[in-house]
């Protein structure tokens, strides 16, 4: 697993009280890696010896963990001003964990994100992967997990983790989270266990799957929500997973076309519904986009006219909710013997993460029943 393990005895009879030979600067997870080795060695041939830390890419994209406000009461009205490199400075006990290389590859508030710059992070992630044990990036947390669901749907990383990490807190602000965030993400980054769970995000103390976080509050430090629960928590920068490595059920990998450096994907729009909706609204938007994803009410709902106008357009039309728990299913959207040749249940999936897979679909050239595939067959819907 590790490239700069090296083997230094061939005997060890007794696993549980073997000796391993540690550098005093290493990580406390170390002995786990050399541990596991050797019960794989069926306790009679193998141990290790450390001799370099796990290294660790680091890219940076901007965020509030990058901001700075003008006094330190103040929580909101920031602008980013940090690099990656001051982030890093406000950490200097990190060296003890890992060997750190990093990259700006923007500075940017995450509402900013465009496609540039989520391809910037695709590629960054995915030209480390080889060479790197972890990569962390740092991001706003407002479409953090946008960024994430993308990243987890188009990468395979194999083993290696990719931790999303950000701040609800300027860094300037008292007690900022910034730095204690950006620091577990690096340890979980660097952990063995952590291996095998594809994106994660650190905020809080707290551990979540990239693909299933959303944020529910838009100021609290403990601002992501899992309803499918947290993967595990830091207690005295400690990593306690609950779980064993798991990656998230189903989810559907594809795979990037990218012609020269040029990156372009379908344009998919979200239209939030509400009493009165009207259905020239749909009307409207359906000429500029190559899919609409309708954040429904309850699990589907929309006035039966809107529903009319969907199934007469020749595009795609995912139902999604506005509600942040449930899902919407099949039989919402295909309602009254309809067949509903252009329209998809979003199932468990939020509206922004709809769009994502929707344009991911689109991209592929899938055909509708493609489409309908991946949302029904892997989602629930
Ligand atoms: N807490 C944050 O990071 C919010 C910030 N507006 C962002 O998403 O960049």
Sequence with gaps: MRKDLVEITTICPDVENSQFVVQSNCPETIPEILKSQSVAANGNSTSY?????????ILGTGGTI??????????????????????????PDISKVCDIEYEQLCNVDSKDIDQDILYKIYKGISESLQTFDGIVITHGTDTLSETAFFIESTVDAGDVPIVFVGSMRPSTSISADGPMNLYQAICIASNPKSRGRSVLVSLND??????????????????????????????????????PPVKPQGCHKFKLRIIGDTFKLPEVCILYAHQAFPPSIVNLVADKYDGIVLATMGAGSLPEEVNRTCLKLNLPIVYSKRSMDGMVPIANVRKNGSNGHNVIASGYLSPEKSRILLQLCLAGNYSMEEVKHVFTGVYGG
């Design 49 to 57: 010896q450390q001799c370099s830390l796990p290294r660790i890419k």
């Design 66 to 91: 990058a901001s700075k406000a003008v006094d330190s009461s103040q929580t909101a009205d920031y602008h980013v001003d940090l690099t990656i490199q001051d982030l890093l400075d406000a950490i």
């Design 206 to 243: 707290q551990i979540s799957s990239g693909y299933y976080i959303t944020k529910t509050n838009a100021n609290s430090l403990d601002s992501f929500n899992v309803r499918q629960g947290y993967l595990g928590n830091f207690v005295n920068n400690e990593i306690h997973y609950y779980y």
